[in-house]
């Protein structure tokens, strides 16, 4: 507060005020590691396998010839018509997966389904461990009962 002119102050302890106005909220986006030759090889095959392909496309020549008759117009590579720097620059702009067939639903169902198994198979084999130390816990304690109970009848 403004008395007289000096300011004021009066400590609330226990109070929380609240913002006036919601701030916009802000999405954090990592960007996906950009694509030159030098991180070739930190992507996945699919885009080493895919690359490879638009490269030797672009190596080839521009008239393609095919082994049985087709028009002029379907024999010809337009991979070949960008130089290999341009292609090189748009594959700078393709993310890691951009080349990867995308799952159906029944494959990534099947995926799961395999992982639920081995995941149940290792949990009945660690059940089957436990079960297996516990008995020879069990027999071992049963055996220090019959020594403690010897002992006990010979103490007395």
């Known amino acids: ?20 106005v919601a701030g916009p909220v802000t999405k954090t986006i990592i960007p996906a590691r950009v694509w030159d030759p030098s991180t070739h090889r930190h992507f996945p095959e ?16 521009y008239t393609q010839p095919l082994p049985r008759p ?3 117009e379907e024999r010809i590579n337009l991979a070949a018509m960008l130089p290999r720097v341009l292609w090189m620059e748009i594959l700078s702009f393709t ?19 395999h992982e639920e198994q081995a995941n149940a198979a290792k949990a009945q084999q660690a059940r089957l461990e ?6 020879v816990a069990e027999r071992e304690r049963d055996v220090y009962r019959l020594l403690a109970r010897r002992w006990q009848s010979r103490v007395q």
């Open 1 to 20: 507060r403004w008395n007289s002119g000096e300011f004021t102050t009066q400590v609330l302890s226990g109070v929380r005020f609240a913002p006036l």
């Open 46 to 61: 699919a885009f080493h396998k895919a690359s490879m392909e638009v490269f030797m496309c672009c190596n080839s020549l």
């Open 70 to 72: 087709k028009k002029p």
């Open 95 to 113: 993310h890691r997966k951009w080349f990867e067939r995308e799952e159906t639903e029944t494959e990534f169902l099947r995926k799961r389904l």
């Open 130 to 135: 436990a079960e297996a130390r516990c008995l």
